[in-house]
């Protein structure tokens, strides 16, 4: 074999090995972020910013670090009007 055979081989060789590890790389699926079971259809996005599968949506069953009170204090303080201007002391 020659100098050039032997480089031609050898880049045949690297494509196809990149070949073969572009066709081992598969897209990720979602995975459910407490039990790591694969995602199908249905997936759950939690306040958090987390997916999880069926059994662990519940704020609860996958021990969420979300502050769910202080939220709805908040839109209650922003929703209702302050009554205190309205109110004749008695």
Not at 17 to 42: A, F, T
Not at 52 to 61: D, E, L, T
Not at 62 to 75: G, L
Request: proline share 2%; charged share 30%; net charge positive.
């Amino acid at each position: 074999m020659t100098a050039s055979q032997n480089k031609n081989d050898t880049k045949n060789d690297t494509k196809n090995e990149q070949d073969k590890n572009q066709s081992k790389k598969k897209s990720k699926c979602e995975r459910c972020n407490y039990c790591n079971k694969k995602l199908k259809m249905i997936s759950f996005t939690c306040k958090c910013g987390f997916k999880y599968c069926v059994a662990h949506q519940n704020p609860h069953s996958h021990n969420c670090n979300y502050d769910y009170k202080s939220e709805k204090c908040k839109i209650i303080e922003k929703n209702n009007p302050k009554l205190g201007s309205k109110l004749t002391k008695v």
